[in-house]
C-alpha cells in the first residue's frame, strides 16, 4: 500500500514521531474543552427552557388569576349597581311613604279637628235638647196638674165616655159619699193606649181645676188610711174580675220615671214617705223632717253617697 506523497509544506510542519503523543494530548484536551463548553451550552440552553417555561406557566397563572378577579369584581360591581339602584328605589318608596303619611297625618288632622268641632256642637245641642226637655216637662206637668191617674184598670168590651164617667163618680161615692161636689168637676175621662192583649190599663180622669183635683187625691189617701180594704175594682162598679187600683197624679214621663226610681231609693235608703205634688216627686226620711225634692236622676245618686242627704 503505497501512501501519498506528502507535501513538502506538510513535512515542513509536521512533527517528528516523537511530538505526536504531545500532539494528540493537546487535541484531546481541546477537544474536551469544546465537549465541555458545549454540554455547559446545553445545560444552560435546557435551565433557560425550564425557566422561560416556568414563566410562562407563572405568567398564565398570574393571567387566569387576574381574569378570574376581573370577573369576580364586574360581579361584584353589578351587584353594587343593583343593590345602589334597589337603594335608590327604597329611598324613593320610602319618600313617597313619607309624602303619604304627611298628607295622612294631616287628613287626621282635619278629622281630628272636625270630630272637636261635632264634639262641641253635639255638647252645645245635649243642653240644647235638656233645656227643650225641661221646657216640655214643664209644658206637660202644666197641661196635666188637674188631672189623676188610675192604673191596673180592668179593660171592659164596648165601653165609652158614659161609663168611665160613672166609674169615677162610683169611686167617689166610695171614698167620700157626703160630698159629691168634686165629682161632678170633671172635665174628662178617658183611657191610656196599651197593648192589644192587656187587660188592663190606666184611666186618666182631668178636672175643671186643680182644686178639685188635689180634694180627691186628700180623700183617697184619707180613705187608705182609715179603711182596712185596699181600692179595687169593685169600688169602680167593675166585680169581675176584682183587682187592686192605684191612684195618683197624672205625671209626666219623666216625673213618672223619677217616682219609681224615688221609691226604689226610698225602700233601700229607709226613706219612710216617698210621694209627688203638683207633678214633682218629693222623698222625706222620717215624720217631721225636711222634704227632699227630687229633681233628677242624679239627685238619686247623690242621696244615695249621702245617706239620705242631697249635695
Given at each position: 500500500m503505497q501512501r501519498s506523497p506528502i507535501k513538502k509544506t506538510e513535512m515542513t510542519h509536521s512533527?517528528?514521531?516523537?511530538d505526536i503523543p504531545n500532539i494528540f494530548s493537546k487535541e484531546s484536551e481541546k477537544q474536551s474543552k469544546r465537549i465541555s463548553a458545549k454540554r455547559l451550552r446545553m445545560a444552560d440552553d435546557d435551565g433557560l427552557g425550564h425557566w422561560s417555561i416556568f414563566k410562562d406557566e407563572i405568567k398564565e397563572l398570574i393571567d387566569a388569576m387576574v381574569d378570574k378577579q376581573n370577573t369576580r369584581l364586574d360581579k361584584l360591581e353589578k351587584n353594587i349597581l343593583v343593590i345602589k339602584n334597589q337603594n335608590?328605589?327604597?329611598?324613593?318608596?320610602?319618600?313617597?311613604?313619607?309624602?303619604?303619611?304627611?298628607y295622612v297625618s294631616e287628613q287626621i288632622k282635619d278629622l281630628q279637628n272636625k270630630i272637636s268641632n261635632l264634639e262641641g256642637e253635639k255638647n252645645t245641642m245635649t243642653k240644647q235638647m235638656d233645656m227643650i226637655d225641661v221646657r216640655i216637662d214643664n209644658l206637660e206637668r202644666i197641661n196635666k196638674k188637674s188631672s189623676i191617674e188610675i192604673r191596673n184598670v180592668p179593660r171592659r168590651p164596648k165601653e165609652g165616655k158614659k161609663e168611665l164617667f160613672n166609674m169615677i163618680q162610683k169611686l167617689y161615692s166610695v171614698i167620700d159619699s157626703q160630698d159629691m161636689t168634686d165629682a161632678y168637676q170633671l172635665r174628662d175621662v178617658y183611657r191610656l193606649p196599651s197593648?192589644?192583649?192587656?187587660?188592663?190599663?190606666?184611666?186618666?180622669?182631668?178636672?175643671?181645676n186643680t182644686l178639685a183635683k188635689d180634694n180627691f187625691i186628700q180623700k183617697v189617701k184619707k180613705y187608705s188610711k182609715n179603711k182596712n180594704e185596699q181600692l179595687n175594682s169593685k169600688h169602680l162598679g167593675i166585680n169581675d174580675p176584682k183587682t187592686f187600683i192605684y191612684i195618683s197624679e197624672h205625671l209626666t214621663v219623666k216625673a213618672t220615671r223619677l217616682f219609681y226610681l224615688a221609691r226604689d231609693v226610698a225602700k233601700t235608703q229607709g226613706?219612710?214617705?216617698?210621694?209627688?205634688?203638683?207633678?214633682?216627686?218629693?222623698?222625706?226620711?222620717?215624720?217631721?223632717a225636711p222634704h227632699i225634692l227630687v229633681k233628677d236622676e242624679e239627685t238619686l245618686v247623690s242621696i244615695k253617697k249621702n245617706s239620705g242627704q242631697p249635695e
Open positions: 512533527a517528528s514521531d516523537t335608590d328605589a327604597i329611598t324613593n318608596s320610602n319618600n313617597d311613604i313619607k309624602q303619604s303619611m304627611d197593648k192589644p192583649d192587656a187587660t188592663t190599663s190606666t184611666i186618666v180622669a182631668e178636672f175643671s226613706f219612710d214617705f216617698c210621694w209627688t205634688s203638683n207633678g214633682r216627686v218629693f222623698l222625706r226620711k222620717k215624720e217631721n
